[in-house]
C-alpha cells in the first residue's frame, strides 16, 4: 500500500528522491512529500528513552573502567 503523504525533514535530497521513486512506479504518483521542520519530531522522540538508558553506558571505553566504576 502505498502512503498518501511522506513526512520529512528539509534535506535537500528528499524530493529528488522521491520524483525518482514516482518515475520507476515504486511510489505512488500522487503521493505527496510534506517536508516541514517539526512534523517529523512525534517520531524522533520515539528515541528519547532508549538514548536515556544507552548514554551512562558510552563512558566506558573499556573492560578496565567500566570494573573501576562498579568496584567503586
Known amino acids: 500500500m ?8 528539509k534535506h535537500p535530497t528528499y524530493p529528488c528522491a522521491t520524483a525518482e521513486m ?6 505512488w504518483r500522487f ?3 510534506g517536508q516541514c521542520k517539526f512534523l ?5 522522540q520515539d528515541h528519547r528513552r532508549v ?7 558510552l563512558g566506558f571505553g573499556g573492560f578496565h573502567t567500566a ?3 562498579l568496584v567503586g
Open 22 to 27: 514516482k518515475a520507476d512506479d515504486e511510489l
Open 51 to 57: 538514548k536515556r538508558l544507552v548514554r551512562p553506558g
Open 31 to 33: 503521493a505527496r512529500l
Open 67 to 69: 570494573r573501576r566504576t
Open 2 to 9: 502505498n502512503p498518501r503523504t511522506i513526512t520529512v525533514d
Open 40 to 44: 517529523n519530531d512525534i517520531v524522533e
